[in-house]
Structures are given as C-alpha cells and as structure tokens.
C-alpha cells in the first residue's frame, strides 16, 4: 500500500523558511511525477510545485520556493523561503499521477494527510 508522509510543518515568522519533507513508501514514487499543493481555511486546495523531469511552480511561490527529490531516499521536499503569512495552509504531498494536467490535483491518486505552516507576521 503506497503511504505519502509529510513532515516539517511549524509556526514561523514573516521572512523565515522550512523545509518540508514527503516520504513516499509502498512504490517509487520518486521518479514520477510528485506534486504539492495547499490548503488554506475557507478556500479550496491549490497546486504549489510539481516535480518531474523538470519543475513548475505557481506564480504565488515562484522564487521563493524549490521543490527538490532524494530518489535514494524515496523523499520529495519543499523549500520554502521568504514565508509570507498568505502562505498559512495545511500542506500536502501528491502522488500516483494519472495524467500530464499536474497542477490539478485530481490528476493525483495518493495523498499525505498534511502538514501544518503557519507564517505569523
């Protein structure tokens, strides 16, 4: 059974970074596609970063973040740098993707249960 576990989460100032983590277990996920996205209160679960052969990411944490992965280690991570507190969300790690449409997240088949940011200003 594949099993997708973030963690990495914390409570951070405005300016600070973290660095989550995504530990993929179950099958290799790490040389497909693997995506985050995050979920704010109120508002719908949005596309962050995806990693495949290459990276993308949208517009909100372009330049601030970087999505990275250990194939050794079965892990995906994301960086996050220069934390705004808009970037407060439950996070979370996709994968077992069924199609190219990578920023949807019904394009994912596995998801982690999530991990908390909160960016205090």
């Known amino acids: 059974q594949v099993q997708l576990v973030e963690s990495g989460g914390g409570l951070v100032q405005a300016g600070g970074s973290l660095r989550l983590s995504c530990a993929v277990s179950?099958?290799?996920?790490?040389?497909?596609?693997m995506g985050w996205f995050r979920q704010a209160p109120g508002k719908e679960r949005e596309f962050v970063a995806a990693?495949?052969?290459?990276?993308d990411y949208a517009d909100s944490v372009k330049g601030r973040f970087t999505i990275s992965r250990d194939n050794a280690k079965n892990t995906v991570y994301l960086e996050m740098n220069s934390l705004k507190p808009e970037d407060t969300a439950v996070y979370y790690c996709?994968?077992?993707?069924?199609?190219?449409?990578?920023?949807?997240?019904?394009?994912?088949?596995?998801w982690g249960r999530g991990t908390q940011v909160t960016v205090s200003s």
């Open positions: 179950g099958r290799t996920f790490t040389r497909d596609l």
């Open positions: 996709a994968g077992g993707s069924k199609g190219p449409n990578y920023r949807s997240s019904t394009n994912y088949a596995s």
């Open positions: 990693i495949g052969w290459n990276t």
